[in-house]
């Protein structure tokens, strides 16, 4: 089974639109971390948003914020105010820990596309 | 700037070679780790090091190996290259064994031919 689900390969957005990237996880771990990367065409990862399994409020940096919902395991980006920088790959990640030892895991990412 | 270093930045190599990525890790950050992203795929992870020690193991081939040295610097070895190693080899680092964050270096893109 996947432990980070992304299930939107691709999503277009409008400028200066909110836009919403889908990621559900699974573990049976109660202490986690998430995450999410932005990937632009040259490689790069770039870190975004962090939020941990046991903080109560919904982790915001910026224009990202992350909605975290514990019951359901997901932790959707949303990016408010698209920008056509926002263009990118993005991916979500978990933290987990196995047998004592921590692994990221990535989901497939989403290639968002912002429309001018 | 991650302030995490990868070198080669690009490398085309023939089937069969052996290659070498570097990578320096941020300042005081004891741990590293190493992903393979193909083309049009996410990260596998495969390998994790921890204040020079190995800690954690992903889908990293025999052919494929890695150490971190005392000065917390890392190498992955990749040898008898197939078609199918070329992707791009990411770099990250972050401070403790399961650090909040985990930075990432821009990537070594192999090209094996």
């Known amino acids: 089974a996947q432990k980070i689900t992304q299930t939107q390969p691709g999503m277009f957005v409008q400028e200066k639109e909110a836009v919403t990237l889908d990621c559900t996880y699974d573990?049976?771990?109660?202490?986690?971390?998430l995450f999410w990367y932005k990937q632009p065409s040259s490689g790069e990862m770039i870190f975004l948003i962090y939020?941990?399994?046991?903080?109560?409020q919904n982790a915001t940096e910026g224009r990202y914020s992350l909605n975290f919902q514990k019951a359901r395991k997901s932790a959707n980006l949303v990016i408010s105010a698209s920008q056509l920088g926002d263009s990118a790959m993005y991916f979500c990640?978990?933290?987990?820990?196995?047998?004592?030892?921590?692994?990221?895991?990535f989901g497939t990412g989403t290639r968002l596309k912002v429309l001018a | 700037d991650s302030g995490v270093t990868q070198t080669p930045k690009h490398l085309i190599t023939a089937t069969g070679q052996r290659v070498t990525l570097r990578c320096s890790p941020r300042s005081g950050d004891l741990s590293v780790y190493w992903y393979q992203q193909s083309l049009d795929q996410g990260l596998q992870f495969l390998i994790q090091?921890?204040?020079?020690?190995?800690?954690a193991k992903g889908n990293i081939l025999e052919r494929f190996s890695a150490q971190q040295f005392p000065d917390l610097h890392s190498e992955l070895n990749l040898s008898s290259l197939e078609l199918g190693d070329s992707a791009l080899y990411f770099c990250a680092s972050s401070v403790e064994l399961g650090g909040n964050t985990i930075y990432f270096g821009e990537g070594s893109w192999l090209t094996v031919v």
């Open positions: 939020q941990g399994s046991y903080d109560e």
């Open positions: 573990t049976s771990d109660q202490s986690y971390g």
């Open positions: 990640a978990m933290r987990e820990v196995t047998s004592g030892t921590y692994k990221y895991i």
């Open positions: 090091y921890y204040n020079g020690e190995e800690r």
